[in-house]
């Protein structure tokens, strides 16, 4: 039997154990902390294998850099031993939903989840706090007071004595607060690169504030060579005439992809407008086309030849410009009715476009995001308003409309994953569950927010925190939204059913397609009626192992079956914690067996079996190992008997000798 780790990947040591793959010559041991040998990086040997690539010291460099930023690096690389604890009564449709809504501190549950969903992200939305100067509701260990930030930045001498003009001590005052926000976000960056898919994709919103500091970041974290577009959101629809300057209409997006070569950006459905744009007027029967200029900047003497038209005018390029087409290509595409030279046959030659042979299906996005296609500020806060029963709730949420562009862009599978670590109101659970809706997609999502206290005015409409408001929000939004959808479905099926007493109606050109009109609407609504509107709540805490349980040097066979777990530590919250451990995904199916009167655990069917049960014997064993588990996990202070210990690896060994065995 193996004893589980319980805690988060140890980057450091997966990065090591790379290095030493492609340079085993630099991988030497030392002493450790705790006086015991441990594995470590010989630099000046790295160095030497690198010569040509390596930057001496003090040479100069392009970076960009803060201070603390060494810090946060690390912070993001560290292991945590905490986990999730699942709260059912808080949860909506725990045993069927496959969405999570996760409360804590955002770094620690994204190190949590690290190992679990590693690559398995397709879209990452956050709306992180922009830098107005305030306090941080995230305060990491590293962050700096205004003191030791000021030692830092050289605005004083060793002695004390200050070393910049008070007068423009206000740049660099501004500068503390540009430094807490970074090291607030680069590390929570740093852990979610990771849980994307190669195609996946982040979309991030910012004000000017934080704006250029962030595309420095992502282009670091994500590389400036995923860098997809910084697009402009219309967030407000009239001016503010009390600016002191310039009246602020926008918001940015940036986006960046895991591996631009891997992510295919969704496009967007053609509009009436669009369309309007291409015609026939030669009753071409490839269909509507619309014609394209034939002259191009890039001069060629070849392609620079005079055309004479059907009217017997001669026409050549304009000045400095040339055609498109080589001679023997503009040949080929006249014979084929592909040059359009005007009504009357007299005009400059261009090139047909037809619809049906566009590239890609839908429209390309744009870099500016209007409010009139996606909403504005004011239209997201009010639909959390009448949500609430006309109570203001939250502060500033972002449109549903925005979301659900986002979400497009994003070109989801059908069972994508999408997750919001500064969920806020949980906008895009809403976004999500109404895009699920309309697509028949089964998309899912996992929602992280630390729970954050509202103000009084919020908690005399009955929400304590940020948390309870986002929970009750997504409860409304999902019953909303399905109800709203199947009564608009089942009136119109109601109305085809109808028309089948109707049978010279001249609206349908016959039965069957009537027929197969009604069954496509009963389709969509047995397909709706499954719409996973449910999630399971989790919240961050600290392990439920004992601290013994992580000093390995303290464990012996002697201790092997004692008691480590906390005594107010629920068998549900060791089944979380072991998933966590074995990478199964938190959404996992879960069922309880009651086996030779024993409570067991089987989650994602016969994937993994456990029993945290007491006084477990040879029976309850023997029955689990038939089944044929991928793995097995049970408690240390699980076993009946020492017979059973004795017998346990000899019963798997008999009845599912692959069985991986694991405790805790």
Same mark, same amino acid.
């Given at each position: 039997m193996e004893k589980l780790k319980m805690q988060s990947l140890d980057l450091v040591g997966n990065n090591i154990d790379k290095i030493a793959q492609l340079f085993p010559n630099c991988v030497t041991e030392r002493i450790g902390k705790d006086g015991k040998p441990e594995l470590a990086i010989d630099f000046d040997k790295l160095k030497a294998e690198l010569t040509n690539d390596v930057l001496e010291e003090g040479e100069e460099r392009y970076q960009f850099t803060w201070s603390g930023k060494r810090a946060a690096s690390r912070l993001a690389n560290e292991t945590t031993t905490q986990t999730l604890r699942p709260c059912r009564e808080e949860s909506v449709d725990f045993d069927n939903t496959q969405n999570l809504y996760i409360e804590g501190d955002n770094l620690d549950v994204l190190k949590v989840l690290r190992e679990t969903y590693l690559g398995k992200v397709k879209m990452i939305y956050i709306d992180p706090?922009?830098?107005?100067?305030?306090?941080?509701?995230?305060?990491?260990?590293?962050?700096?007071?205004?003191?030791?930030?000021?030692?830092?930045? %050289?605005?004083?001498?060793?002695?004390? /004595?200050?070393? #910049?003009?008070?007068?423009?001590? *206000?740049?660099?005052? /501004?500068?503390?607060?540009?430094?807490?926000?970074? /090291?607030?976000?680069?590390?929570?960056? =740093?852990?979610? =690169?990771? &849980? @994307?898919? !190669? !195609?996946?994709? #982040?979309?991030?919103? #910012?004000?000017? /504030?934080?704006?250029?500091n962030l595309k420095n970041v992502c282009d670091e974290v994500f590389g400036g060579n995923n860098f997809i577009a910084q697009v402009v959101w219309e967030r407000a629809f009239s001016p503010k005439n009390d600016a002191k300057f310039v009246s602020n209409s926008h918001d940015y997006i940036l986006i960046y992809s895991k591996d631009v070569n891997c992510f295919k950006i969704g496009r967007l459905e053609r509009t009436a407008e669009a369309d309007a744009r291409y015609s026939n007027p030669d009753n071409d029967p490839r269909g509507v086309w619309q014609s394209d200029n034939m002259t191009v900047k890039t001069y060629s003497a070849s392609c620079d030849y005079p055309i004479t038209t059907p009217s017997g005018r001669v026409v050549e390029p304009p000045a400095g410009r040339c055609w498109s087409l080589s001679p023997k290509a503009f040949g080929e595409r006249l014979r084929d009715n592909r040059i359009w030279f005007g009504p009357n046959g007299d005009n400059t030659p261009r090139i047909k476009r037809f @619809?049906?042979? &566009?590239?890609?299906?839908?429209?390309?996005?744009?870099?500016?995001?209007?409010?009139? !296609?996606? %909403?504005?500020?004011?239209?997201?806060?009010?639909?959390?308003?009448?949500?609430?029963?006309?109570?203001?709730?939250?502060?500033?949420?972002?449109? #549903?409309? &925005?979301?659900?562009r986002l979400i497009t862009l994003a070109n989801l599978g059908d069972n994508s994953i999408v997750l919001d670590f500064f969920s806020g109101s949980a906008s895009t659970a809403h976004a999500l569950i109404k895009v699920n809706s309309e697509k028949s997609k089964h998309c899912k999502f996992i929602l992280v927010q630390f729970p954050e206290e509202v103000s009084n005015t919020k908690k !005399?409409?009955?929400? =304590? *925190?940020i948390c309870e408001i986002g929970k009750e929000r997504i409860r409304r939004a999902g019953k909303k939204i399905k109800d709203d959808e199947l009564d608009k479905l089942n009136e119109e099926l109601n109305y085809l059913v109808s028309q089948r007493a109707l049978v010279d109606n001249d609206f349908w050109c016959n039965s069957n397609e009537l027929e197969n009109k009604i069954k496509e609407l009963g389709d969509k609504i047995k397909d709706l009626q499954r719409l996973d509107t449910g999630f399971r709540v989790l919240k961050l805490d600290s392990s439920n192992m004992n601290d013994v349980y992580y000093t390995p040097e303290e464990f012996s066979l002697n201790t092997l079956f004692s008691e480590n777990v906390k005594e107010n530590r629920t068998a549900e919250d060791l089944l979380f914690q072991v998933m966590l451990d074995l990478g199964i995904e938190l959404s996992a199916k879960i069922e309880k067996q009651e086996i030779a009167g024993k409570e067991v655990f089987l989650v994602d069917g016969n994937y993994l079996i456990a029993c945290f049960d007491k006084d477990v014997n040879e029976t309850t064993i023997t029955e689990i190992a038939k089944m044929h588990p991928v793995y097995f996990v049970m408690r240390d202070a699980s076993a009946a008997s020492d017979n059973v210990i004795d017998n346990f690896d000899q019963l798997f060994e008999a009845y599912s000798k692959d069985t991986v065995r694991k405790i805790l």
């Open positions: 706090p922009y830098n107005t100067g305030n306090d941080f509701v995230y305060n990491d260990d590293f962050a700096q007071g205004k003191t030791e930030f000021e030692q830092n930045s %050289g605005l004083f001498d060793e002695e004390g /004595n200050q070393t #910049i003009d008070p007068m423009q001590r *206000n740049t660099e005052s /501004n500068g503390r607060f540009h430094t807490d926000w970074l /090291n607030m976000i680069y590390p929570r960056l =740093k852990v979610a =690169k990771d &849980l @994307l898919t !190669d !195609d996946g994709v #982040i979309f991030i919103s #910012i004000d000017d /504030n934080e704006q250029k @619809l049906s042979e &566009l590239k890609f299906e839908g429209m390309a996005p744009t870099s500016i995001l209007f409010y009139k !296609d996606v %909403g504005h500020s004011q239209e997201g806060a009010q639909e959390v308003i009448k949500l609430f029963d006309n109570k203001g709730v939250f502060d500033g949420p972002k449109p #549903i409309r &925005l979301l659900k !005399d409409h009955g929400y =304590k *925190n």
